[in-house]
């Protein structure tokens, strides 16, 4: 018996740390049924095999997703669903059928998966083809990490020339502006980072290429998780450099930074530059 009681002791003590009670709790993910559409034109009537099929792909899907117990099926968003999965299926030809699948983080209110896939043929191995393809599909969109909550502060003008005077600056503000919208819209579109709105009342007043950093606790104020800061160095009114400053808005600390060499062109000629550098050094190399 004492022997007894030291080996249940052993297995409890290997099983229990890796029992589904001590693991992580499921991630809710709700999913709609797919809608089916038949565009074909086929003569012949085919809708009780298509709902056939059609409930047999969402039951498999959704066995699929549930299967390991990482991710849980819940009704909605109401229940504990962080993301919800929605679908819609369209055959255009005998052979032809088309998978229209998006998966919407809930919580964040962004898509992270919005994509179309075509499938060859209109039996049940095709439709199961498809439904394997699809679920993996899905799962590698839910376990991508979370976007980074990025503040973006408006590009700034660094004037070596002193020519920035009436109508020049006028156009100076707007191309600094256009600057700044397309580099938010480039690390938006890229999926790794969440941008964060912020308003001209939450930066200081002066340049903050020279506040020492104080863009970072901007950046916390407005629930970021990092701060960018660029500018613009004019040389002459055709020549000029670009850079910039990445902080965690936690810590104050410089993650990357970004400085392109003499470029040549006129102030329209910022946002290509702009862009090109952030895709350069912060989006394609990390």
């Not at 089916?36 to 409930?55: G, M």
């Not at 047999?56 to 959704?62: H, N, P, S, T, Y």
């Not at 397309?182 to 930066?203: D, F, H, N, T």
Request: aromatic letters at 6%.
């Amino acid at each position: 018996m004492h022997y007894s009681r030291l080996i249940l002791a052993a297995v409890l003590l290997f099983v229990l740390p890796c029992s589904p009670v001590a693991a992580e709790a499921a991630i809710g993910v709700a999913m709609e049924d797919f809608s089916y559409t038949d565009t074909s034109a086929e003569p012949t009537n085919q809708i009780a095999a298509h709902e056939r099929r059609l409930q047999a792909f969402m039951a498999a899907l959704r066995r699929d997703i549930g299967e390991g117990g990482r991710y849980r099926l819940v009704p909605s968003a109401e229940d504990g669903a962080a993301f919800k999965v929605i679908g819609g299926i369209q055959k255009t030809s005998t052979l032809v059928q088309w998978a229209k699948v998006a998966v919407i983080d809930i919580g964040a209110k962004r898509l992270v998966m919005d994509k179309l896939y075509s499938f060859r043929g209109d039996n049940d191995e095709a439709w199961e083809r498809a439904e394997i393809f699809v679920s993996r599909e899905i799962m590698a969109a839910l376990a991508a990490p979370a976007p980074i909550a990025l503040a973006v502060f408006d590009f700034e003008l660094e004037d070596t020339t002193a020519a920035s005077v009436g109508a020049s600056a006028a156009s100076d503000a707007s191309h600094l502006a256009e600057a700044t919208g397309a580099v938010r819209e480039a690390l938006g579109q890229s999926g790794r980072y969440r941008i964060v709105e912020v308003s001209r009342e939450a930066a200081t007043a002066g340049a903050l290429r020279d506040c020492g950093g104080c863009e970072a606790a901007i950046a916390k104020a407005l629930g970021a998780d990092q701060a960018l800061i660029g500018v613009v160095r004019r040389v002459s009114r055709t020549e000029y450099t670009l850079g910039f400053q990445l902080r965690d808005a936690g810590t104050g600390a410089v993650l990357v930074r970004g400085d392109s060499g003499l470029r040549l062109g006129a102030d329209y000629s910022w946002k290509r530059g702009a862009v090109r550098l952030v895709s350069d050094r912060l989006i394609e190399s990390q």
